[in-house]
């Protein structure tokens, strides 16, 4: 599979006919999100990676609609958008309005736990997705996942109720979960009236979490991994063992990073502003890393202590 692996491969969904591009581009912290999604497109991208908490879905979905309308050889079916239900309703007026006011202002009633109110029902992720498609301008999702698992068992389950009905609906084409451990799967599809399977599960994951549980899990599901933060936000690309396989490769850290990830059957969404850096993490095919390169960065795992974000899945009942 890895030796054959080109930028139009993609990764079979479950409960899906869609499939996922190994490669897309994720937007969290973007400072110019249409301009980079734009370039990524240009630069042979197909995937894209927002979500309501990034408080960017409008410009994602701006630049997919120009790409398209100044590429009509390309069709919407080609390109794939992922975006995420946040657990509280961003839109309430004690609810930042940009990414910016988000950051630096606050604090804010982010934690459903606290705030005292969550999206995490049947209606309110209708509502949700409902929004984010009206704010993308979209008319359908590829991907659309739970951000997160904080709300608990049965919100989770009454919030899958909503994404289970926008499934059916058309609103998008797959349905997921991110930063959900093997329990919280397990527990959602022990309820009857749940028929779907999570197509995808988006986690932190790196030569340095490799998050091995719950990708034994989903590989045995039949469940893809997603990547987010697959560069560690750069934290960890001196490595002396990765900066000796880029050396032997003839490449960058984090393209040595990044392949690695293609070859463990892990889809991927770096993120970067910087066109240059945007044309070196597709850099990644055409080439393979060997039985003993993967190897040595099998070695470099922490597991959770090398997490560099915020989401432990297994933290959360």
């Known amino acids: 599979m890895s030796a054959n692996l080109t930028p139009e491969s993609r990764l079979p969904l479950p409960s899906s006919s869609a499939k996922i591009p190994v490669l897309g581009l994720g937007v969290c912290v973007s400072s110019r999100c249409e301009q980079s999604v ?4 240009e630069k042979g991208y197909r995937s894209v990676d927002t979500a309501q908490i990034y408080y960017n879905e409008r410009e994602t979905g701006t630049a997919v609609n120009k790409f398209l309308h100044q590429n009509p050889s390309v ?72 951000h997160n698992p904080r709300p608990g068992a049965e919100a989770r389950h009454q919030a899958w109720l909503g994404l289970q009905e926008a499934l059916k609906a058309g609103k998008a084409k797959a349905i997921g979960a991110s930063n959900w451990s093997p329990a919280h799967i397990d527990a959602l599809m022990a309820h009857s009236d749940v028929d779907t399977l999570p197509a995808v599960n988006q986690i932190e994951f790196h030569p340095w979490n490799q998050q091995r549980v719950i990708l034994d899990y989903c590989r045995e599901k039949s469940i893809v991994v997603t990547a987010y933060s697959p560069l560690t936000q750069g934290k960890r690309l001196n490595d002396p063992v990765i900066k000796r396989l880029a050396e032997k490769h003839g490449k960058t850290a984090a393209q040595i990073v990044l392949r ?48 560099i974000g915020e989401w432990d899945p297994f933290a959360y009942e």
């Open 38 to 41: 734009l370039s990524a497109l």
């Open 75 to 146: 069709k919407r079916e080609d390109i794939f958008v992922c975006s995420k239900l946040w657990e509280t309703d961003l839109s309430r007026d004690d609810m930042p309005t940009s990414f910016d006011e988000l950051c630096n202002a606050g604090p804010w009633p982010l934690n459903s736990l606290e705030a005292g109110h969550t999206t995490y029902s049947k209606q309110a992720a209708l509502d949700g997705i409902n929004k984010s498609l009206k704010t993308s301008g979209l008319d359908y999702f590829d991907l659309y996942l739970l």
């Open 260 to 307: 690695w990830c293609l070859q463990m059957g892990i889809s991927i969404i770096p993120k970067s502003d910087r066109d240059e850096r945007i044309s070196e993490n597709a850099d990644i095919f055409g080439w393979e890393l060997d039985a003993g390169d993967m190897e040595e960065i099998e070695k470099l795992d922490e597991g959770q202590k090398g997490n």
